[in-house]
């Protein structure tokens, strides 16, 4: 083991906190436990990790063999310990013989000379520990189609993303199919922490909650819910407000995307949309105080479908191809027309098939102000769409949408001169 005395001292001391942290979640939750029907609390614990420590210290020096037998006779006792609790027969529990075979992981890690590891699983585990009661709540809070939506999602994220090569393949190199893989997982991962969070806190808190965390995966969507149900009824209630709070939301998920993506765009396209951004915000911000507390509606719908995923890759690899083919044939002037055309259907899209793209193939700022275009684009949409569905009712949402709009074509127009 590398590091000498001090590094050694310090994974055993590790591998010791590991088992005292978890120990006190242990000891806390048993603390009302009778005599005797405790097989471990806090000392326990602590031992339990001094020992894995100790045994990854033995294990790291080459005495393998000793060091196995160190970690199977704990595991041992805890196997006897926990199989002739008293009370074993009228209430078995798994939880607490789990975290102790995990802290008896979590301390040979430590030990073997990986502390950072140990103490980061440790702080989780505790974590897990804690939050028992929150869980369960969690659970009884989803259904049958929030489950199926976490297994879509496990679907994309875990059991494909793995397993894509990377590399430039297709026509003129274009695709990367691990990279265009990720982007959706990113964009599929925003929408189902949306609609989770709006199923688990949207009905509690109404509109507005649902505005917000609907926009983070679709606020076009949002806009299209909340206007069909404002023209519905005789009085409205936040819809206003729920639908303007969408856009400003939308403005912070697009600055996030392009963090991730194409992070040389960043600055400028801030500079363009901020000014809209805090438009947008403002003018959402003072119709949630005229507006009155109602329930919310049902979310849009369940986002996470395999089929919309395999349809959203097809279309970003042939932007992806369009856009090295126009990078070759016409220049940045060409790329910039190409995202404003993919960004006008959707807006991620385009800043997806940027990311693609090598940096010298357009300037930062003409990136920027092609995005700001599309924004304008589906901002035009969202206005149709509420004058559609709510008629007069909707004027609010749709005056403070166009504010947004005038103020992010004012900022494009004043960097166009900069090009």
């Known amino acids: 083991m590398n590091g000498g005395w001090y590094w050694q ?46 045994a990854g210290l033995i294990g790291a020096s080459g005495q393998l063999l000793a060091a196995g037998g160190i970690v199977c ?17 009228k209430r078995p529990e798994a939880t607490t013989p789990v975290a102790a075979l995990t802290t008896l992981g979590l301390g040979f890690v430590a030990g073997a000379g990986n502390p950072a590891l140990a103490i980061a699983g440790a702080t989780v585990v505790t974590l897990l520990l804690a939050l028992r009661t929150e869980a369960h709540h969690l659970i009884e809070r989803l ?9 879509r999602y496990a679907v994309i994220a875990g059991a494909i993303l793995p397993f894509l090569p990377s590399g430039h393949y297709g026509p003129l190199g274009a695709w990367n199919p691990q990279r265009l893989w990720l982007v959706v997982v990113l964009v599929t991962g925003f929408s189902f922490l949306g609609y989770v969070a709006n199923r688990i806190f949207g009905e509690r808190h109404g509109t507005i909650a649902t505005a917000l965390i609907g926009g983070a995966y679709s606020s076009t969507a949002v806009t299209q819910s909340l206007a069909q149900r404002l023209g519905s009824q005789r009085e409205g209630g936040a819809e206003n407000a729920g639908i303007a709070l969408a856009t400003a939301v939308m403005y912070l998920r697009l ?55 395999f349809g959203f890759v097809i279309f970003v690899a042939f932007a992806a191809v369009a856009a090295k083919w126009a990078a070759g044939r016409f220049g940045e002037q060409g790329i910039a027309l190409l995202l404003l055309i993919v960004g006008s259907t959707d807006v991620d899209t385009a800043i997806i098939t940027l990311g693609g793209l090598p940096p010298v193939a357009i300037s930062p700022l003409l990136a920027a102000i092609a995005i700001g275009g599309t924004v304008i684009v589906n901002m035009a949409v969202k206005i149709g769409i509420t004058l559609a569905y709510a008629g007069r009712k909707g004027v609010p949402a749709v005056a403070a949408m166009a504010t947004s709009v005038m103020v992010l074509g004012a900022t494009l127009a004043i960097a166009w001169t900069r090009l």
Do not use: Q
């Open 9 to 54: 001292a310090l994974s055993v001391a590790t591998a010791l906190a590991c088992g005292l942290l978890i120990g006190i979640e242990r000891g806390f939750k048993l603390r009302r436990e009778p005599d005797g029907a405790r097989v471990a609390g806090v000392r326990t614990f602590t031992l339990i990790g001094l020992t894995a420590g100790l």
């Open 143 to 151: 259904d049958e189609d929030d489950v199926k939506a976490l297994a």
């Open 255 to 309: 600055l996030l995307l392009i963090g991730i993506l194409s992070t040389r765009v960043l600055l400028p396209f801030a500079l363009i949309v901020l000014p809209a951004l805090m438009v947008a915000w403002s003018a959402g911000f003072w119709l949630y105080r005229k507006a009155p507390s109602v329930d919310a509606p049902a979310p849009p719908g369940n986002p996470i479908a395999l089929l919309p995923a």
């Open 73 to 89: 006779g704990a595991a041992a006792v805890l196997a006897i310990g926990y199989a002739h609790r008293p009370d074993i027969a």
